[in-house]
């Protein structure tokens, strides 16, 4: 059984940093995508970053290149997304999601994902 938790959401200044941290247990994740998307209340969930698991090809939505990362660290089964230069409009509970086969063509689709964590908020104050 996968599982994912998500970790590092708070509260933070317009233009400041946080790191979401993704652990991901349950099996071997050499062939999967893993993404994070978001939720902002009365939207619908949208992409934000995605990354291959074993080659670390990295994807973004264009409202957050240059200013998130998204990484994983292969050792510790975790993938971050650093988020920086934060906006109100990146207010939203943030997922991690995991595709067990990642396809370049769908890591943005929310519905080819096999597995949710819980979220994680993370709210920016102007």
């Known amino acids: 059984q996968v599982q994912l938790v998500e970790s590092g959401g708070g509260l933070v200044q317009a233009g400041g940093s946080l790191r979401l941290s993704c652990a991901a247990s349950?099996?071997?994740?050499?062939?999967?995508?893993m993404g994070w998307f978001r939720q902002a209340p009365g939207k619908e969930r949208e992409f934000v970053a995605a990354?291959?698991?074993?080659?670390?090809?990295?994807y973004y939505a264009d409202s957050v290149k240059r200013r998130f990362t998204i990484s994983r660290d292969t050792a510790q089964n975790t993938v971050y997304l650093q988020l920086n230069s934060l906006q109100s409009e990146d207010t939203a509970v943030y997922y991690c999601?995991?595709?067990?086969?990642?396809?370049?063509?769908?890591?943005?689709?929310?519905?080819?994902?096999?597995?949710w964590g819980q979220g994680t908020q993370v709210t920016v104050s102007s």
């Open positions: 349950g099996r071997s994740f050499s062939s999967y995508a």
């Open positions: 990354i291959s698991w074993s080659g670390g090809s990295t």
């Open positions: 999601a995991a595709d067990y086969v990642y396809r370049a063509s769908a890591v943005f689709y929310s519905e080819r994902y096999d597995y």
